[in-house]
């Protein structure tokens, strides 16, 4: 495979023109060694369309290791509906690319599942639910889980409560593992970054927050936090942990020498601009939790309510699990002195031989 080590092995992506929308329609399936692929759908403007295949390659690679990690039976997949730089997003449009979306996941026969992403709500689930069964997320009314940010707040903030024992707590903290007077950036408060700012507010933490809406402005002000309207001046603040909380590739191996907090935790996916990143940051005393555990609460909500039939309460629970997960990885980090993305990726491994062993 020399010249290949880039190649993410995925078992198959499926490349088709919407009918309705005349736009590309990507569904990249990873692997199904741990159960039927699943991934949200997202969908975003592009320079050209290949970068919305490239996204869907990485981001459905990215869910393979989320629900390795999560010890959840799915794998990995993902859908990208490239839309040109300028589109016009109109409602009708968008119905239009919901069915396209439902059609090409139903002619995949099971074998691929969706939820929200980027671009999508859990009331688009439910347009995309008119071709194909195959939706996670629909509104509780139409017999979904709802909308996943609130776990996936919840998971990010238990990730940073692991980290934060490890730090030893803010300035003013009175014991180990309290966000209390820890300084935190929270990058990017869409429907997952403002929730988790609204939490580390009530857990004490000192907010530095931004946003490129700059109407997000009065979340800051309401959290009486400092705000910053360019959000490479908030991943590079001096605070003690960084959260990315928007699109991903924020973390450049440009940026690294910039950055000044101590720990870097988060639910955006694919943060990382390139894996050597990883490396940058161990070097420079950075923890970075892999944002495929920081992010994976509203997949686990989702699947523990919907395919294993649990409570709310203990989709909660399981959620609150990322942070003995996030615990486990810093010890073993530590033990072995490499990164965290290096044992969390031999986490990943292990579960998928596991099962491909059996
Ligand atoms: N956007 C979600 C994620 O990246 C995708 C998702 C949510 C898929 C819920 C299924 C169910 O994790």
């Given amino acids: 495979m020399s010249g290949f080590s880039q190649w993410p092995g995925h078992e198959a992506v499926l490349i088709r023109t919407g009918a309705r929308s005349g736009l590309p329609i990507v569904v990249a399936m990873h692997s199904s060694t ?3 692929s699943a991934g949200g759908c997202r969908i975003w403007r592009y320079a050209r369309w290949q970068d919305g295949v ?14 390795a990690a999560a010890g959840l039976a799915r794998g990995g997949g993902k859908t990208v509906v490239a839309m040109p730089e300028g589109y016009e997003l109109t409602p009708e449009r968008k119905r239009g690319i919901l069915h396209d979306v439902g059609d090409a996941i139903e002619s995949l026969e099971g074998r691929y599942a969706t939820g929200p992403d980027v671009g999508t709500s859990p009331e688009d689930m439910v347009v995309i639910g008119e071709r194909t069964s195959q939706v996670f997320c629909k509104p509780a009314e139409f017999g979904g889980s709802g909308d996943s940010s609130p776990a996936t707040a919840a998971g990010s903030v238990a990730a940073l409560r692991a980290v934060a024992a490890r730090l030893g707590g803010g300035a003013a903290d009175t014991g180990a593992g309290t966000l209390r007077g820890l300084r935190i950036a929270v990058v990017g408060l869409g429907s997952v970054g403002a929730r988790i700012a609204n939490l580390l507010s009530e857990a004490g933490a000192e907010l530095v927050l931004s946003d490129i809406d700059a109407s997000k402005k009065t979340l800051a002000d309401g959290l009486a936090a400092q705000w910053h309207a360019d959000p490479r001046a908030a991943l590079t603040a001096d605070v003690d942990v960084v959260v990315p909380a928007a699109l991903g590739g924020v973390l450049t191996a440009a940026i690294v020498p910039e950055l000044r907090c101590r720990a870097i935790v988060g639910p955006a996916n694919n943060q990382l601009a390139v894996p050597e990143v990883a490396d940058a940051l161990h070097a420079r005393g950075i923890a970075w939790v892999p944002d495929y555990i920081a992010s994976a609460g509203g997949v ?53 031989s596991a099962v491909a062993d059996r």
């Fill in 34 to 36: 741990l159960g039927p």
């Fill in 54 to 67: 490239e996204d869907a390659l990485r981001l459905s690679a990215a869910m393979t290791a989320k629900f």
């Fill in 300 to 352: 686990i909500n989702a699947i523990t309510v919907e395919l294993d039939k649990r409570t709310e309460a203990e989709a909660r629970q399981r959620v609150r699990g990322i942070e003995g997960t996030v615990a486990g990885l810093l010890q073993s980090a530590d033990t072995h002195g490499v990164t965290l993305a290096a044992v969390a990726e031999e986490l990943v491994r292990e579960r998928l």
